[in-house]
Nanobody, 127 residues
């Protein structure tokens, strides 16, 4: 079992930056693909970014503004968010799944493929 815990959320203004972090425990971190998803009020949870040994993947809405990174020695995955917009307001979730093969990019973007989830951290972007 993998336990995930997010941190770093908060209230920021449009154009600001924020860095989210997710700490994992319980299993060999490097064997897992790590992803970030978000859920805005009244909307379904959506893919933001993911990282595995095969590559990094971003939603079009955050490409060029957000950067996902991981430190396998510390079992952490971060999401650096720059040029934040009000539409980035959401609860951000860290997620993981055990990697057994090479998967196509859309596999990492699909919520149901992730079987470990954190509790989420709130990000609010408001003037």
């Amino acid at each position: 079992q993998v336990q995930l815990a997010e941190s770093g959320g908060g209230l920021v203004q449009p154009g600001d930056s924020l860095r989210l972090s997710c700490a994992a425990s319980g299993r060999t971190f490097s064997n897992y693909a790590m992803g970030w998803f978000r859920q805005a009020p009244g909307k379904e949870r959506e893919f933001v970014a993911a990282m595995s040994w095969s590559g990094t993947y971003y939603a079009d809405s955050v490409k060029g503004r957000f950067t996902i990174s991981r430190d396998n020695t510390k079992s952490t995955v971060d999401l650096q968010m720059n040029s934040l917009k009000p539409e980035d307001t959401a609860v951000y979730y860290c997620a993981a799944f055990r990697v057994f093969a090479s998967y196509p990019p859309n596999y990492y973007q699909t919520e149901k493929n992730y079987d470990h989830w954190g509790q989420g951290t709130q990000v609010t972007v408001s003037p």
